[in-house]
């Protein structure tokens, strides 16, 4: 179960991202405020989505735990923890950039947003990569914990 949720959610993410991309696209070379506009919008669902499946999964499930070689254990937990930190980041400034955009403060947000659009990009490229060590590379399908185990380990 964690893992067709994982995986969906994954699949989420990444659709997320390219969105991103392509919604920078539409307003840097296209200059289409409209298109951005809907596109930054879906985007943004697409990552409500996995975040929404994610706390399904963390409340209902647990986490999974890290089942890969001891010795790469400790990078593979500092790398957990940026990818926490800059999905949280991308998450904030993603709300605000949403709020900059619907209240038209174009300026704020065209200097702003260009930071929101890199972190949203780093947190989901380092989420992918967490996905794959965690279900394809090393998979623990039977060792579900806590938030907290999944972090810190026992
Ligand atoms: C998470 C959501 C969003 C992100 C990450 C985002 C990202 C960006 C980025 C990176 C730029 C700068 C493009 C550049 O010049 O390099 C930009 C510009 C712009 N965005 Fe967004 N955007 C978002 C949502 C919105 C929304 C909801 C609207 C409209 C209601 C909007 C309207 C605009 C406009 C009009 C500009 C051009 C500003 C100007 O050139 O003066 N954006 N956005």
Known sequence: ??????????????????????????????KNRNRHKAIMITASLFALVFFMIYMTRTVFIGNVMYNGPENFKFAYTVFLTIHIIFATLGAIMGLFSLYLGFTGRFQSHKKVSPYTAIIWFISAATGIAVYLILFIIWPSYHMDTNLWQAIFGH
């Open 1 to 30: 179960m964690s893992f067709i949720l994982a995986t969906i959610s994954t699949l989420c993410i990444l659709i997320s991202a390219l969105l991103m991309v392509y919604g920078w696209y539409t307003i840097r070379v296209k």
